[in-house]
């Protein structure tokens, strides 16, 4: 039977109790030895440049109880990814895995790596990554999206993930943010190495660019939109380059949507801001969502057998998609919380909102 629930947040004893359980746990272990890098040797793509670690580069505040490297491997498409391997340490042993992305247009020094740092720092072994053609990764041209490669790229990372040492290949799950979280369901419907999915403020990708925020595209709306897009492309092959959407602004005037509000308090201010971050700076190429509006993800999500857990703020504009797409999940290992007063941003960072404590066990449960 699916499970349907709100959720409320720990009291500060409570979580104090739970960490601390989990660090007499950790003392005395012996350390994790690093990992190694798997995937076929091939030369380094495009002008994708990866940056050292000796100087933290993320939004989030480092947790000394984790260790993390960057990593790369490749799709099935031959595109390289970028990631940031993050362990527990003092933790022996073949441990549960879990790959982290998003949120759409964003990094994985961004939501996505607290993610990853915070499941690892309860003893997972973790990967936040850069999905293709976006931040350190490779592909060209640049920010472009797609619903069938960033569906790879999540099952990419498992490639990667099932053949490390220390991870136990058959406990492998996968957590989405924003549009990822809609890719992460598509992967998880098709790739069955995928034992758990996690989604946290889920958008359907295809379904907001072919339809509209809450559908509010006609049909000859959606022709208007392809015949201006189809007419880009032959523009942009004109020139030789590729036209950027505007992106959010630098300012906000009051007049915006509120929901664009909250996405520029965190993508436009220091909680949130990255410079190599797409949403922080500017636009996905003008004519990326063609093959969204041709492509509609979650066609198969009512075939998911693993168990999912999505996660909503009760506020977000954007809760529409988790409800619509957790009706079409099919079981009793499906679940879909709904975080009161939250709005769709505050699952990408405030600590206090996202129901780690619930993710933990979610995983615990289902990676065995």
Known sequence: ?????????PTRFQRQSKIMQRRSFIIGAATLTALTVAGPVRSLEGK????NLEK????????DRVEHKKVSFYTRFGTRLIGNLYCPKGVSGDLPAIAVCGPFGAVK?????????????RGFITLAFDPSYTGESGGEPRLVASPDINTEDFSAAVDFLSVQDGVDADKIGIIGICGFGGFALNAAAMDTRIKATVTSTMYD????????????????????????????R??????????????????????????????????????GYHK??????????????LSFINMPILSYAGEIRSAVLMLHGEKAHSRYFSEDAFKKLKGGNKELMIIPGAN???LYDRTDKIPFDKIEAFFRANLQ
């Open 1 to 9: 039977m699916l499970k349907q629930s709100f959720y409320s947040v």
């Open 276 to 289: 190599r971050s797409k949403n922080s700076n500017t636009g996905w190429n003008m004519t990326y969502a």
């Open 56 to 63: 933290w580069d993320k939004t989030f505040p480092q947790d």
């Open 344 to 346: 769709h941003t505050d």
């Open 48 to 51: 994708t440049k990866m940056n």
């Open 234 to 271: 032959t523009e942009d092959f004109k020139s030789g380059t590729y036209a950027k959407e505007a992106g959010l602004p630098d300012k906000l005037t009051g007049e915006e949507p509120q929901f664009v509000k909250d996405y520029w308090n965190y993508y436009k201010t220091p909680r």
């Open 205 to 232: 990708m295809s379904r907001v660019n072919a339809n509209g925020y809450f559908d509010a595209m006609s049909e000859d709306d959606r022709y208007a939109l392809k015949q201006k897009l189809n007419a880009q």
């Open 109 to 121: 020094e961004q939501a996505s790596g607290l993610y990853a740092q915070t499941m690892a720092g």
